[in-house]
Structures are given as C-alpha cells and as structure tokens.
C-alpha cells in the first residue's frame, strides 16, 4: 500500500498549487483522506480532511476558504487545491488514509489515520 503525493514547490505570496494524493493497492472509495502539515520546528497540524463518498469535509480556521480538498474516486485522487498562499503555509504536507466505514465522516487528527504519504514540501515566499 502506497500514499504518493505530488505538486509541491515553491510559490510566491497570493500564489496557488495544486497538491495530489493517490492510493495504490487498496479501494480507494473505502477511504477517508487527510492533509497535514509540518513547518520546521512544530508540531505536524491537521489542514483538511474528506470523507470517502466526498460529502463531508473540514477545514483548519487558517485555511478556510483559500485551500480546498476534494477527492475523485475514479482516478484515486485527492486533491488540495490551494489559492493565496501565505508564507506561514510553508510546510511538507502530507497526505494520509484511513479505512472508513461512514461514508461522510471526516477525521481531523494524526492518530485517526494509519497510511501517510511520504510529504511534499510547500514553500511560499514573500
């Protein structure tokens, strides 16, 4: 079972990425998907989560209304769309996995996922 995520890199201030996220080896559509994030120095932090249908999500409050998570489940994807980008956005963001049996339940915390990718780094300049 592997988590590859993909779209990181370097962004100025207001810009925007795209973040991508796949499973490999499992039914996607069984899973719940999260994006997490770790600046140098802190404590890895929740940025937003999807159900496994995709009708639920949650955002971090720092978050809220610039990146948005959405998730296709014919390609196995999920997706972390992120606009105006500000300098305190860059981390490694990761994506993570659990097997969920609720379709529109959403997780919010590390310990509720056991597969995690292997991070891709975001950094926004100002």
């Known amino acids: 079972v592997q988590l590859q995520a993909s779209g990181g890199g370097l962004v100025q201030a207001g810009g925007s990425l795209r973040l991508s996220c796949a499973i490999s080896?499992?039914?996607?559509?069984?899973?719940?998907m999260g994006w997490f994030r770790q600046a140098p120095g802190k404590e890895r932090e929740f940025v937003a989560a999807i159900s496994r249908s995709g009708g639920g999500s949650n955002y971090a409050d720092s978050v809220k209304g610039r990146l948005t998570i959405s998730r296709d489940n014919a390609k196995n994807t999920v997706n972390l769309i992120m606009n105006n980008l500000k300098s305190e956005d860059t981390a490694v963001y990761y994506c993570?996995?659990?097997?969920?049996?609720?379709?529109?339940?959403?997780?919010?915390?590390?310990?509720?996922?056991?597969?995690w990718g292997q991070g891709t780094q975001v950094t926004v300049s100002s």
């Open positions: 080896g499992r039914t996607f559509s069984a899973y719940a």
């Open positions: 993570a996995a659990v097997w969920s049996t609720r379709s529109i339940l959403v997780f919010t915390t590390p310990s509720s996922y056991n597969l």
